[in-house]
């Protein structure tokens, strides 16, 4: 599926929901994609990417970024506390934090190099133990820890499982999200960001639906 197509797409479930047409931002998932592909893209002119590797992301992005510097990249996967620092200077916008220590790991470096990221919680919305994420019952605590640093909270993410209706778990992050004044959504991926739209998604993460399948023998 091009981009255009995608796009074309997003814009009809915005319509059909009643939302302003462009209000749902699209990251293009580029992790353990082509280099090629990857360029192909943004020689297109499209802005916003999404690694989960903060290993991967700075192997390649630093180069990428010196030419296309108008490039927003998010981090799309779990953020270990040891490479935090890398990932504040590189990416703009996490989507992964999920427990306190990462937190204060964070203030404590963006008092040092003067500067955050935009934020997200990530909210394991089915409770999976191999996933990450903080609980929903614990989402409030967590979200009360970041603004007391005055950390630039954005909004909420979660994958659902995989053998569940996704819709059943947009509806309790967006409801999480309502609770705590968050406006922002990070949720649907290429299988299900049409129902993750007309839900009420502002990021939605979109990797195999642009660039293909990937090679996960280079991981």
Known sequence: ??????VSQVQKAEM????????????AVSKLQPNARVLGLL???HTEFGENRVQEATGKWPEFLTTYPQTKLHLLGPLQSNKARQALQ?????HSIDRTSLVTRIVRIADEIGSC?????QVNTGEETQKSG???GETDQLIAEIRKYNLPLLGLMCIPPFDEEPALHFGL????ARRNGLS?????????FDSAVRMGATHIRVGTAIFGERDYSKR
């Open 184 to 192: 922002n959504l990070s949720m649907g991926m290429s299988n299900d």
């Open 173 to 176: 992050l967006a409801n999480l």
């Open 43 to 45: 020689a297109e002119g």
């Open 90 to 94: 590189l990416f703009d916008c996490i």
């Open 1 to 6: 599926m091009s981009l255009s197509e995608i």
């Open 16 to 27: 059909e929901a009643n939302r302003p047409i462009g209000s749902t931002r699209i990251i």
């Open 134 to 136: 903080v609980s929903p």
């Open 117 to 121: 990221p935009d934020l997200f919680v």
